[in-house]
């Protein structure tokens, strides 16, 4: 009798230890910190930014059918099923505001890891601050190609920058002009602040270096009431393509203008952001008809990568809007980063850096077009391959590179 | 620069210098009567193209039509904030004009807020689908889109009325003398508060119908009053503190200002043309162009 006793006790406490156990580790947090504009003119980023992270969180922390790293298990396996928390942070795109939040995020919520933050600006602040405290910074979106080249050491983005993105632009209007299409003069046209600057930067470079002719060079002050007089000089230029690099207010504001004035771009080749925001699309898109956009994502590469469909479906049914390039990218630097901390196993800074600097995940296991993720000495994803996509009734379509192309490019746009 | 592009540049500066004077107008109205700035004048303009955008969303009116009925809101809006907010703010015993400052700001920080919150921070538009929505005027190669002329007309008879209703109405001598005086008024049975009230609810009006002209052809943003109201305390303070013709004078000249100043100098500097300017008529005149010190 008394044995059994013993018996049964000693099952019971090993039972319950091992709930009790299972319970820890479910108990046991990752947190990571999310540093996004969530008011102010690029609000709808932020807000759309924070359905993405939970479109990969809902991933993460349940057991999906995916491909995609982490996936397979509820939680990080690595760290006995922990799950991952996202903490939100406003920067109201001001570098200063960004800075702030990050020392805060660290300090006081104790994140393990920043992703963000849309703005390039911000961006450069932001992982300033996370290489003094020794805590990664995964840039999801920002493109300036200057933010990897500060030796960073806990600096890592996953997507393209504007040098790559822009390279493939002008490989493509080289493309253009080898199938007899007469590409002579590109017109920069680009706010005043470092997404703008870097972005012309790289095109004015690659444009005198391949032999086209500026026609124009403007750079304009953003969120401006009017660019009646910014848009004259472009008609009055007239590029063969026009080459913006805007946020969503000044793409709507620039689409408008031009339509009020009576000019019509021969082509527009856009450096994605605000142009291909859904507010600006809602409000714009009929004039926008056959513009190019560079692009790290499109609706229609759910044929090429299997996971791309489901994750569209369920970010839509968050967000009410399809995925884009800003979104996607989001995505993905969140799935990065956590399956870095799965790996390392750990969420000290130090070894989630290098986990994340032994990164090497193939293409098919993301949602984007990229061939593979792995960083560079810089912390630089030299694989993010980008692609050019078309807007077309409605809806963007791959045209380039032609190898991966979903459909036939129209060119001109305006004749 | 051809003549044509040249002549293109000034009448878009001229159309959109009238804008901002109506813009401008009801925040040196306000000023003008009882030396408030009232800060929450670009969010007064915000909550107006909202009002428009859902006029023309849910009951199919046309912004050109729903001018008078944002215009009354908001003059409904105007006075409710005079008799909620700024009356309460104006009786403070110690540092009256702190106060004053922070009670419009904080109204502009709420407003903004509560914006995002019930509106979402999404880009509206009316665009095309509206009557005047994206038509444009041409005369002899230079373009003037619909939206603009429609806003320019609706500005000078803004103007014009409000010469009126100042010259030839007791509320406009009410109005005015208040302005000069406000103990004297108070002897002569004129009631400053009412006066007050109605002048607030002027402002708003006047603004609301600015933000219906802008929401034919301008994004509409709960961030949106930022970027007009810089250029409106600009226009009020070349045109004189509290000068309401001021305002129209120097709204024009704003916008010609910075249409040439884009095509100067690099159009990232165009507001220092504004800026420049308005240095220089600080040095020149202090009280502004039409102002009285």
């Known amino acids: ?48 930014a924070k359905q993405a992270f939970e479109t990969a969180l809902d991933i993460i922390n349940n057991a999906s059918p995916l491909d995609l790293p982490t996936a397979k298990n509820a939680g990080l396996a690595g760290l006995g099923g922990a799950k991952v928390r996202v903490v939100y942070a406003d920067h109201q795109a001001d570098p200063q505001k960004g800075r702030a939040e990050a020392e805060r995020l660290i300090t006081q919520e104790g994140v393990c890891a920043i992703v963000g933050c849309y703005h390039s600006s911000v961006s450069t602040t932001v992982s300033a601050t996370c290489e003094r405290y020794g805590v990664p ?71 005198t270096d391949r032999g086209y002719k500026i026609a124009c060079d403007i750079k304009y002050r953003n969120n401006s009431p009017s660019l009646t007089a910014e848009v004259q000089q472009i008609k009055n230029a007239n590029p063969d393509v026009l080459m913006p690099s805007s946020y969503t207010t000044d793409a709507i504001l620039l689409t408008n203008t031009m339509a009020s004035l009576g000019y019509k771009p021969h082509n527009i080749m856009a450096q994605a952001a605000g142009f291909v925001e859904k507010p600006a699309l809602d409000a ?50 969140l799935m990065v980063l956590a399956d870095a901390i799965d790996r ?67 060119w001109p746009m305006n004749a | 620069m051809t003549a044509s592009a040249l002549l293109q540049v000034l009448a878009s500066g001229l159309l959109m210098g009238l804008i901002y004077g109506l813009i401008a107008v009801g925040l040196s109205l306000i000023f003008g009567l009882m030396d408030v700035v009232n800060f929450a004048h670009g969010e007064f303009m915000m909550l107006a193209m909202y009002a428009t955008f859902g006029c023309f969303v849910f009951f199919h009116i046309d912004p050109v039509l729903a001018l008078p009925l944002v215009a009354a809101a908001m003059f409904v809006l105007g006075a409710g904030v005079y008799g909620g907010i700024v009356r309460h703010a104006m009786r403070v015993k110690v540092n009256a004009g702190m106060v004053q400052i922070f009670a419009t700001f904080g109204l502009a920080t709420f407003i903004q807020g509560a914006a995002q919150f019930l509106f979402t921070p999404d880009y509206r538009n009316i665009g095309d689908n509206g009557w005047l929505g994206g038509k444009t005027l041409e005369l002899a190669g230079v373009y003037l889109p619909w939206p603009q002329i429609f806003g320019a ?107 040439v100043t884009a095509v100067v100098l690099p159009p990232a500097m165009k507001s220092m043309g504004i800026y420049a300017l308005y240095l220089a008529i600080i040095f020149l005149r202090p009280q502004g162009l039409f102002g009285k010190l």
């Open chain 1, 1 to 48: 009798m008394k044995r059994r006793q013993v018996l049964l006790g000693a099952g019971a406490t090993m039972a319950l230890q091992g709930a009790w156990t299972q319970a820890l580790a479910q108990g046991k947090e990752v947190v990571v910190g999310a540093i996004y504009p969530l008011t102010g003119s690029s609000a709808q980023v932020g807000i759309d």
């Open chain 1, 284 to 333: 714009v898109g009929d004039k926008l008809e056959g513009m190019i956009s560079r692009a790290s994502f499109s609706v229609d590469m759910g044929e090429k990568r299997p996971s791309a469909k489901a994750v569209n479906a369920a970010f839509k049914a968050k967000a009410g809007r399809d995925m884009n390039d800003q979104t996607s990218r989001q995505f993905s630097a």
């Open chain 2, 153 to 259: 007309v609706v500005s000078l008879a803004a103007f014009g009325g409000l010469y009126l209703l100042m010259k030839r109405t007791d509320f406009g001598r009410a109005l005015e003398a208040t302005r000069e005086d406000k103990g004297a008024v108070a002897l002569v049975g004129i009631d400053s508060n009412r006066v007050f009230a109605l002048g607030w609810g002027l402002g708003a009006a006047l603004v609301g119908v600015a933000g219906a002209v802008l929401s034919t052809f301008y994004y509409i943003h709960p961030q949106v009053g930022a970027a007009f109201a810089t250029i409106a305390y600009i226009t009020v303070a070349l045109g004189g503190f509290g000068s309401v013709f001021g305002a129209f004078a120097a709204g024009i000249v704003v916008g010609l200002v910075e249409a």
């Open chain 1, 344 to 410: 390392a196993g750990s969420t000290d800074g130090t070894k989630v850096r290098d986990a994340l600097a032994a990164t090497d995940i193939p293409g098919e296991k993301t949602i984007m077009p990229w061939s593979r993720v792995k960083f560079d000495a810089t912390g630089q994803n030299t694989f993010a391959s980008p692609v050019l996509i078309q807007f077309r009734k409605g809806s963007f379509v791959t045209v380039y590179p032609f190898a991966v192309a979903t459909a036939k490019l129209v």
């Open chain 1, 137 to 207: 910074f995964v840039c999801a979106d920002s493109s300036s190609p200057s933010l990897n080249r500060r030796n960073l050491k806990f600096f890592f983005r996953t997507a393209a920058h504007d040098e790559m993105f822009s390279e493939a632009m002008f490989d493509f209007m080289d493309a253009l002009k080898a199938k007899g299409q007469k590409i002579g003069s590109v017109g920069l046209f680009y706010e005043d602040t470092i997404f703008g600057a870097d972005s012309s930067s790289v095109q004015r470079k690659l444009a």
